[in-house]
């Protein structure tokens, strides 16, 4: 089993350009989640899915759009990167939402020039 | 003010001490409390999963809860080398949203 994988792990951006981080899960779970970590920040949630076909924002949704592709993808997309969206992106999963155990990708490192 | 306070450090402690790192936090709705590990330019993964005030011990790992403080404790007993890493506090209410900590940088001299 592979986890949780993302990809790409790194990528630079000039301003305006955009991009699809992209995810996914081979352990049949549910819910999936984007966050982003930042400095001084800790990890805020971007976007979550509930399950297959449904998403809902997080705390910092601005300037992000998702797609739940199937029940194993999670893509994350910037329409139009700004230099304020750099950051570490990490995609996450669980069986079933809630209180259940968050699993952790190794995350894409997006720097915005 | 931020929902949850976690000093970032650094901390460094010789290897075999016991290491103790802490998180406080505000909304009185938190009532599941986690650890997570973070090695460098990976991602965090669970450490310690604990419900409401008390002690859970796994291993060399002592979670520890005081709600009436709301405050929040980790121990690491016998320090290894590995054991350096980036720990984040995270706190879960009703809503059933993870709030984390910023993280706290702790590294074992050998």
């Known amino acids: 089993n592979a986890g949780v994988t993302q990809t790409p792990k790194f990528q630079v951006l000039k301003t305006g350009q955009s991009m699809t981080l992209q995810c996914a899960q081979d352990?049949?779970?549910?819910?999936m989640y984007w966050y982003r970590q930042d400095p001084g920040m800790g990890l805020r949630l971007i976007y979550y899915s509930a399950s297959e076909g449904t998403t809902d924002k997080g705390e910092v949704p601005n300037g992000y759009n998702v797609s739940r592709l199937n029940k194993r993808e999670f893509s994350l997309r910037l329409e139009s990167a700004a230099p304020s969206q750099t950051s570490v992106y990490f995609c996450?999963?669980?069986?079933?939402?809630?209180?259940?155990?968050?699993?952790f990708g190794p995350g894409t490192r997006l720097l915005v020039l | 003010q931020k929902e949850v306070e976690q000093d970032p450090g650094p901390l460094s402690v010789p290897e075999g001490a016991i290491v103790s790192l802490n998180c406080t936090y505000s909304n009185s709705a938190f009532q599941y409390f986690m650890w997570y590990r973070q090695y460098s330019r990976k991602g965090p993964e669970l450490l310690m999963y604990?419900?409401?005030?008390g002690n859970k011990e796994d291993g060399r790992f002592t979670a520890q809860v005081d709600k009436s403080s709301k405050y929040i404790s980790l121990f690491i007993r016998d320090s290894q080398p590995s054991d350096s890493a980036t720990y984040l506090c995270a706190m879960m209410g009703g809503n059933e949203k993870l709030t984390f900590g910023t993280g706290t940088r702790l590294t074992i001299i050998p």
């Open positions: 604990t419900y409401s005030s």
């Open positions: 996450a999963s669980n069986l079933a939402g809630g209180r259940e155990t968050q699993y």
């Open positions: 352990m049949n779970h549910n819910s």
